[in-house]
């Protein structure tokens, strides 16, 4: 398993009537989880796409638990468990400044030949750099 923990602020236009960051901005602050963890390894998208591949989602789900508010500095914890193969799974973990879970979620992405447009397996720098640190 190799985690990578990203701190994010709640934005005012993140928020709803209610004062709660929007549950749909989630997807988004994954995003932004799942875009750091692999730089942290030495991997960023635009290395990804020079390489001939896209990301896009498959599978996206979230359990909410508790809101996060306008303001509030947010954890999102991302974690990869596994080996990708055509696919890659990252889970998640967004927590508030007290340490209070809000949700958990889970984000399936395939890996695509730019040019083709169909699956693919994931390149092998990937792969060799999450074996370094899943071991």
Do not use: H, W
Request: net charge positive.
């Amino acid at each position: 398993m190799y985690s990578f923990e990203t701190k994010l602020r709640v934005r005012y236009g993140e928020t709803d009537q209610m004062g709660f960051a929007y549950y749909g901005v989630y997807a988004q602050y994954y995003e932004v989880g799942r875009v750091e963890l692999l730089r942290s390894i030495g991997i960023s998208y635009k290395n990804i796409e020079a390489m001939g591949y896209a990301l896009p989602v498959v599978n996206l789900n979230i359990n909410y638990k508790k809101p996060a508010f306008y303001d509030d500095t947010l954890t999102i914890e991302t974690i990869i468990r596994a080996i990708p193969s055509v696919k890659i799974i990252f889970d998640y973990k967004t927590f508030n400044e007290d340490g209070d879970l809000l949700n958990t979620g889970e984000v399936i992405l395939v890996f695509i030949n730019k040019k083709t447009r169909k699956p693919c397996p994931a390149p092998d720098v990937i792969i060799n750099k999450l074996k370094e640190k899943l071991t």
